[in-house]
């Protein structure tokens, strides 16, 4: 979906990149997500956003209500909706590729597969790699299996030789080592609770720096859009990218 103003060859690569991951349950309150993001000065600045939970129509409908544009992928039809159910990445800037990660192992109540969505995004002149992922919940899959699904994004983008962002719901606060021992920042380590007294909302990086002179990552309002509150971070492009 390509919603956005068109892009010239002469706009600038901004010298950080805000990046926000929002689990948007189900895609039940697409209007509170957008509300969301448009009032929240921590998320509507966005270079990426994230999303998990989301059904075709929802993802349409925010793209279009913020003028960016969107990739998605469903991972399957959800039992409790009905409805698609995968992951979303949307952008402001050109999105020039997007696929289709599919994560192995299945869960153990519903033998339901996972996804993540990947996204070559162009922004300014730099060329980012970003997933979108939402790893299966602790009590329907071994942490062993999980992990499996963690390092099939990571080798996803092992041969991508510039910046790439991982972004999304991990259903565990325990898997951002994973991430860590394969070189990436986590940008969001430390962040307050993102869903019930549990942080599993994270945000990865790797070729990104921290932003100095500001905050580099915060926890926002879902203002009762989700039962997730959205994490936002920031990057720093290094010099000479």
């Not at 957008?34 to 998990?52: F, H, M, N, S």
């Not at 597969?113 to 060329?127: N, Q």
């Not at 307050?192 to 990104?208: E, K, M």
Request: charged letters at 25%; aromatic letters at 8%.
């Amino acid at each position: 979906m390509h919603y956005a103003p068109a892009r010239t060859d002469s706009d600038a690569t901004p010298a950080s990149i805000r990046i926000v991951t929002f689990n948007v349950k189900f895609a039940e309150d697409v209007a509170g997500a957008i509300t969301v993001i448009r009032d929240t000065p921590e998320l509507r600045g966005a270079d990426l956003i994230a999303l998990q939970e989301m059904d075709d129509r929802g993802v349409d409908r925010i793209a279009r209500a913020l003028s960016w544009n969107g990739v998605y992928y469903a991972a399957s039809v959800h039992p409790n909706t009905g409805k698609t159910f995968g992951p979303a990445l949307l952008s402001p800037w050109p999105i020039t590729r997007g696929w289709k990660v599919l994560l192995p192992h299945q869960g153990y109540a519903r033998a339901q597969r996972r996804v993540a969505t990947g996204a070559e995004v162009l922004i300014g002149r730099l060329r980012v790699r970003a997933y979108s992922v939402h790893l299966e919940m602790l009590l329907r899959m071994s942490e062993e299996k999980r992990t499996d699904q963690a390092r099939a994004v990571l080798e996803d983008a092992a041969d991508w030789p510039g910046p790439v962002v991982v972004a999304g719901d991990l259903n565990d606060d325990r898997m951002g080592t994973i991430f860590e021992s394969r070189g990436y920042a986590w940008v969001t380590r430390g962040v307050p609770r993102t869903v019930g007294i549990f942080s599993y909302d994270h945000i990865f990086a790797r070729g990104l720096g921290g932003s100095p002179g500001e905050p580099a990552s915060g926890v926002a309002d879902a203002r009762g859009s989700s039962d997730h509150r959205p994490v936002w971070a920031v990057v720093e492009v290094p010099e000479g990218r």
